[in-house]
């Protein structure tokens, strides 16, 4: 795998995917992102200039993405739209990127035989009961509640057919809710933690019950690079790390840890349909890949997290009033 494509590189976890390979493989990376809302190039700086590479464009643009595809070894398509809340108020642009877009780099997959990755979410997969002893397996039929998540399924599905009929050398993952550096600030954690930093209470959805099992994103990085390196083509892999803390417990503990009552925070209208919880056995990824997380302590990963938003004001400040007019909307 000497070149690397990653589309999306721009968001959240795609940069953290760019910085772990450059910094972990001798790999080279192109970053194809379109740089939407969700998209910073500040969160590529720093990378070595002769192994990287960032295209300005659009994952439904046939033509380019054909071009990058023969260019490249192989290709790990993060680029989405990503966030729930988003997708309520308005899913158009979901369904064109994440299911147009995937079956655009689907096609260039069959045209060009290139090696293809595609991240996906536990969110397919519906919720589980609080008290439900069941985790999400391979084997977990798909049953998703909004409009991204099924946009990601229908992608998912897409991978799977294109696999079976063409012979796509694919593999698919789906992984739990991520935490870590440059995640934009609309998301929970960062919203929290900025909150708290600009004086303002952080807001949870109904009883903040909601369970999320949380893994860094340097974890999620390692775990795609070996299902890349060593995955059976054609199979699915869940990643997880056992981090399943209810909305509420991330709070108190964000709260606590800058210095404030664990107490602090205001309850607010639940957002519709909102999953109650997610839990991933990840012992395939385990047993067959040998891969393990290594962020085992979510405060500690949590505390350095804090310290990354304390210190990296210039990276989030600009997004941070356009998504809070979007919560004001919808009150929350
Ligand atoms: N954040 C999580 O906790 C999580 C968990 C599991 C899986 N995932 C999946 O990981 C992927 C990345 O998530 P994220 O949180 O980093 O998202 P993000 O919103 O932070 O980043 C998405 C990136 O995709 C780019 N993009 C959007 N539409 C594009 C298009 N049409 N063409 C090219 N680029 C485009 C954006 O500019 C942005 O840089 C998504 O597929 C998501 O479903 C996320």
Redesign the pocket.
Known sequence: MDKLLV????????SDFVHYVLANTDSSVTV?????Y??SLASLEGLPEDRFRFVH????DAELVNGLFAEHDAVVH??????NDNSLSGPAPFV??NLI?TFTLLEAARATGVRYHH????EVYGDLELDDPERFTEQTPYNPSSPYSST?AGSDLLVRAWVRSFGVQATISN????YGPR??VE?FIPRQITNVIDGVRPRLYGQGLNVRDWIHADDHSSAVLRILEKGRIGDTYLIGADGEKSNREVVELILQTMGQEADAYDLVTDRPGHDMRYAIDWSKLRDELGWQPEYRDFAAGLEATIAWYRENEAWWRPQKAEAEAKYAVSGQ
């Open positions: 589309t999306g590189g721009a968001g959240f976890i795609g194809l992102d379109k740089l939407t969700a998209g464009g659009d994952i439904c993060y680029a989405a739209e990503s966030h064109q990127t877009g991240i996906s979410t536990d990601k992984c739990s809710n991520n995640q934009h998301k």
